[in-house]
């Protein structure tokens, strides 16, 4: 069975080329436009690795990584703003990683195959 | 080291007169010196006016002393030509003569001699000296002619020296004595005994001596006052004194002075009190000059403590003012850049899809083209994060991070642009450093750039790396044309660019993040050789040190 990503992002060209990108890498790929779709799709299903931006409309990214689970998926977070409380804030979270746009696809790839690997 | 006002108050007043004070205590000295003169010289006045009156006075008394021996003259001169010469007459008027006059040694009548053309003869004479027939020559012959010749008049002779003892002869010509005949009267001389005249009142204050001369000879002095040393010293009044045709001669001086001690001692008074008073203006003046220089000591300490301070201020405002500029730059920069990361993103990943659908095509060209987009990308990244990095400096967090790999990743998302070429050269099995990955990441971004940039004709980039003694060193060497001492200089300067297009943060910023790391950068480049940076990290440790 194909691992599952789920992409968090309120920009709709991020969203939808990082939905182009997995898909190419050969994972199965759903999205969300904010932190509440993406709540209620992880209820739906479970994904085992999510992508999702920190700042975000209604819950930011942290908040919505906070009440995932349990258990938790393995949550890759991105951001454009390198403010520190929010790196600490999603670290202390649990947070798988965390890129900085605009980032390496091969590195992004690389973490996502870890983070699959280690839900698996 | 400049002195401290307490220190330059103790010069003060351990200080030399001052120079105004100095003239002002020579002036009032002076002044005092020269009113004292003026003193002594108005009281030496008066006391000489006071004197020369009472020498005036002896000299009346005195005068009337030899009118009484010419009137005794007179007397036996009369009764001698009445007696027509005869001795036993002359004897009986000048009986009373001889006994109230002890020193009379000779009291004679006398005519020219016949048989000596020069001498006098005795005719009749009492006193225990001489005797009838004995002839006068030299100095009494001279007296003698003189009151010949001088009628009226008495003479006398100097002060003689006879045998030791001292004589004076006086001589009287007619009317005193008969026609052609002279009355002489001879009588001892002892000048340094008391008279009888001298110790009368109006000389008890006095010390005079009668010199049977004009000038004051020691040997013609026929009376002093006292046992004085002759002749007298100090302000003497000498008065001609005229004993009827010999000059003789008065002095006298003040046994105390006339005008009164105190009078006297005006003169000191004035120059004490003189002295005093200048010593206590130019103590005054120097007091109040000090206390003056103190003042202007203090003025200039605290002048100069305000330009200081003022310079401090000036410093400091000029540094907000640069701060708050820099923080408002920083701000605007920050905005900016976080916003242009989200397009950025979206742009590297649009363009890492047509890279991939794209790599089957056999048109190079659009290969290029995505490939010089994707190089623009970057560096558009890379600028914006100098420019947040600089804005607000971020604590690096270290973990162990992998030098080489991250080299390969920065040369993956800044690859050499055409023409360039990059050479490696890995020292062997490198230990992790203790490094922010992203901002090392930067740091090699920026040196790996600035290299390519530094060779727009193309060549070879160097990048080494080695370990040693717990560090690690990364060396980016170009060969391009090199800096000028100058350049290097500010080379590490925010805002500061050799570049056409850069806003000139990359390198400033790098050495702020090798620098929290713990770490060093060091440039090494000449005009022409081009340029090496060497950064230099510690390597992670499980308690690393840079934290």
Redesign the interface.
């Given at each position: 069975m194909a691992t599952r990503v789920l992409v968090v992002d309120d920009e709709a060209g991020m969203r939808e080329t990082l939905v182009d990108i997995l898909e190419g890498a050969g994972y199965e790929v759903a999205a969300a436009p904010d932190g509440i779709a993406a709540l209620a799709t992880v209820e739906d299903s479970a994904f085992d690795v999510v992508l999702m931006d920190i700042r975000m409309p209604g819950p930011d990214g942290v908040t919505v990584l906070q009440r995932m689970g349990p258990p938790p998926p393995r949550v890759i977070m991105m951001t454009a703003y390198a403010v520190e409380d929010q790196l600490r804030q999603a670290i202390d979270a649990q947070a798988f990683a965390v890129v900085h746009k605009p980032f390496q696809i091969g590195y992004l790839l690389g973490l996502v195959e870890g983070a699959a690997e280690e839900a698996s | 080291m400049e002195p401290t006002i307490d220190e330059r108050a103790h010069d003060v007043r351990r200080g030399a007169l001052r120079g105004l004070s100095l003239v002002v205590l020579v002036v009032l000295l002076l002044a005092a010196g020269g009113a004292a003169w003026g003193t002594r010289r108005v009281v030496h006045d008066q006391e000489h006016r006071l004197l020369s009156e009472r020498t005036s006075e002896v000299g009346l008394i005195l005068q009337t002393a030899i009118s009484a021996v010419q009137a005794q003259l007179a007397n036996a001169g009369t009764a001698s030509r009445l007696a027509n010469g005869s001795q036993q007459a002359f004897i009986d008027a000048t009986k009373v003569d001889v006994a109230t006059t002890p020193n009379l040694l000779t009291e004679a009548l006398l005519a020219p001699a016949p048989d000596n053309r020069d001498g006098f003869v005795i005719l009749a004479a009492v006193g225990p000296s001489n005797k009838v027939g004995d002839v006068f020559t030299g100095e009494r012959a001279d007296a003698i002619r003189k009151a010949i010749s001088s009628p009226g008049k008495m003479t006398s002779t100097r002060v003689l020296t006879d045998r030791g003892k001292k004589t004076l002869g006086l001589a009287a010509g007619p009317p005193t004595a008969p026609p052609g005949q002279v009355m002489y009267r001879e009588t001892s001389v002892s000048p340094a005994g008391q008279s009888r005249t001298a110790a009368a009142q109006p000389f008890s204050e006095l010390n005079v001596v009668l010199y049977a001369s004009k000038t004051a000879e020691p040997s013609q002095a026929l009376l002093s006052s006292t046992k004085i040393k002759i002749p007298l010293q100090g302000d003497v009044v000498n008065q001609p004194f005229n004993l009827g045709a010999t000059a003789w001669l008065l002095s006298v001086t003040a046994q105390h002075p006339l005008v009164g001690s105190l009078a006297s001692r005006t003169p000191w008074f004035v120059l004490v009190g003189g002295l005093l008073l200048g010593l206590l203006m130019a103590y005054v003046l120097e007091v109040v000059l000090r206390r003056r220089d103190y003042a202007l000591a203090l003025v200039d300490e605290r002048t100069a403590a305000l330009r200081t301070s003022l310079g401090a201020l000036e410093s400091a405002q000029e540094q907000l003012v640069r701060q708050e500029r820099l923080a408002a730059v920083g701000q605007l920069a920050s905005a900016v850049g976080?916003?242009l990361?989200?397009?950025?993103?979206?742009?590297?990943?649009?363009l890492?899809?047509i890279r991939?659908a794209t790599s089957e095509s056999p048109d190079d060209r659009l290969k290029r083209h995505v490939a010089t987009a994707e190089r623009e990308?970057s560096a558009a990244?890379l600028i914006i994060s100098d420019l947040?990095?600089f804005a607000?400096a971020?604590?690096p967090?270290v973990a162990s991070v992998d030098v080489s790999a991250l080299l390969d990743?920065a040369l993956?998302?800044a690859p050499p642009p055409h023409g360039i070429t990059v050479a490696r050269e890995n020292g062997a099995a490198l230990p992790g450093v203790a490094a922010d990955r992203?901002q090392l990441r930067q740091v090699l971004l920026n040196l790996i750039t600035n290299g390519y940039d530094a060779m727009n004709d193309g060549g070879e980039l160097n990048i080494a790396t080695a370990a040693s003694n717990g560090r690690v060193a990364i060396t980016v060497r170009d060969h391009g044309s090199g800096m000028t001492e100058d350049t290097r200089s500010h080379l590490f300067e925010p805002f500061f660019t050799t570049k056409p297009r850069g806003v000139g943060l990359g390198l400033a910023v790098t050495q702020r993040i090798v620098g929290a790391h713990g770490g060093t950068i060091s440039v090494d480049s000449k005009p022409g050789e081009g340029a090496a940076f060497t950064v230099s990290l510690p390597v992670f440790t499980e308690a690393p040190a840079a934290q």
């Open positions: - | 976080h916003e990361r989200n397009p950025l993103g979206v742009i590297s990943n649009s890492y899809l991939g990308v990244t947040l990095d607000r971020r604590e967090i990743e993956e998302v992203d």
